[in-house]
């Protein structure tokens, strides 16, 4: 049963601008009826897909690749770039800030909203369980030629060769800039060691959000990331390479499996700083609000963070200071419906699935 007061949800939307054509959000005051999530789908891992279900999302995800923009956000030709750039413009309220967590679940749910209602797809978004290939993400099945994602990128740009994915002409990145370039990928096996069961469990452990979210950002959320390198390294460009879905999807999955130790409790808990400290980002240290897993400018290789002059810097809507609320509203460009930080709390209100 969905929480009560994720049924009818009232839904401030505060008028903060516009990215490039694109509204953020509407100055509208709705109260918004969210249908009660009778029959959510089930999100599985990519280990148990059979090989009919991984070529559908595979196709799905091909289809993205040639079914043309609908946002025309900067740098985008399809509906499959929509969503590196949308992740670009947010890159500076979106990582190592509390609504990291938040602002990545509602992300995934509108990429696998985009391959069911765009491109046909009948299943739920899969995750990939790096526990199961730590120390070996070179030789993981998520990355077989036919029937996974290719393989590790070769020749002197470290462009895939192999699988569904090898011929991509990507316009977004690396970082910010505009520049057609293949999908790239350096996979370092001993990166893999974030996915370590014993540092997952140290984070399940964790009592609070502050705990929880530096420790998942600075521990696993780097072994998908650097364990696969090249583009998923970059923190702006990432979801160029599609396996980014499937390392979100598991994220979100500890997150969710967390959550539901004491979900009176932690369906409502969230905190944090709501703007990245660059200085910090860069240095190495830790996300600012808790502590926990720590190290979380470890997880990436040190890029260029300045915005060019025609990347406006993302508003913080809806947090009455520097910390981040339920209210936070989180905003995709429209690429799915704004929602607040409190309206993605909960997988089984108007997101509507579960994990196995």
């Known amino acids: 049963m969905a929480s009560s007061f994720l049924r009818r949800a009232l839904v401030v939307l505060v008028l903060c601008g516009t990215a490039l054509g694109v509204p953020v959000d509407s100055a509208s005051q709705a109260v918004v009826d969210v249908d009660e999530c009778t029959s959510p789908r089930v999100r599985r891992s990519w280990f148990v897909f059979s090989d009919a279900e991984k070529k559908a999302y595979l196709d799905a995800e091909v289809c993205l690749m040639s079914t043309p923009t609908t946002l025309k956000i900067r740098g985008a030709r399809t509906k499959f770039d929509d ?8 890159m500076e309220i979106a990582h190592f800030v509390g609504q990291f967590l938040p602002f990545h679940r509602l992300f995934v749910w509108a990429h696998e909203q985009a391959l069911q209602n765009e491109c046909g797809y009948t299943g739920a978004q899969p995750f990939w369980d790096e526990t199961l290939d730590v120390g070996k993400f070179s030789k993981s099945i998520v990355l077989d030629p036919v029937l996974g994602f290719g393989g590790d990128g070769t020749g002197p740009g470290g462009c895939i060769q192999t699988g569904p994915f090898a011929n991509y002409v990507n316009p977004i990145g690396p970082g910010y800039p505009i520049n057609d370039h293949c999908i790239d990928r350096q996979i370092a096996d001993g990166a893999s060691v974030l996915a370590a069961q014993a540092l997952l469990d ?30 998923m390294l970059n923190p702006i460009s990432s979801p160029g390479d599609p396996i980014f879905y499937l390392h979100h999807t598991w994220l ?4 969710a499996k967390w959550q539901l130790v004491d979900p009176e409790v932690r369906l409502k808990d969230i905190g944090g700083n709501n703007r990245m400290n660059l200085g910090n980002w860069m240095g190495g240290g830790a996300p600012a609000g808790g502590g926990g897993g720590g190290g979380g400018g470890g997880s990436f290789v040190p890029v260029n963070l300045t915005r060019p002059w025609d990347v406006p810097e993302p508003k913080v809507v809806g947090d009455p200071g520097s910390n981040t609320t339920l209210n936070h509203l989180i905003y995709l460009y429209g690429l799915a419906p704004n929602k607040t930080i409190a309206e993605v709390m909960d997988t089984k209100g108007f997101l509507c699935y579960v994990y196995d």
């Open 83 to 90: 969503f590196q750039a949308a992740h670009a413009l947010k």
């Open 252 to 255: 979100d999955r500890l997150w």
């Open 202 to 231: 140290s984070c399940h452990n964790t009592t609070s959000f502050l705990a929880f979210w530096p420790c998942i950002e600075g521990g696993p959320h780097g072994a998908g990331h650097a364990g696969i390198g090249a583009e």
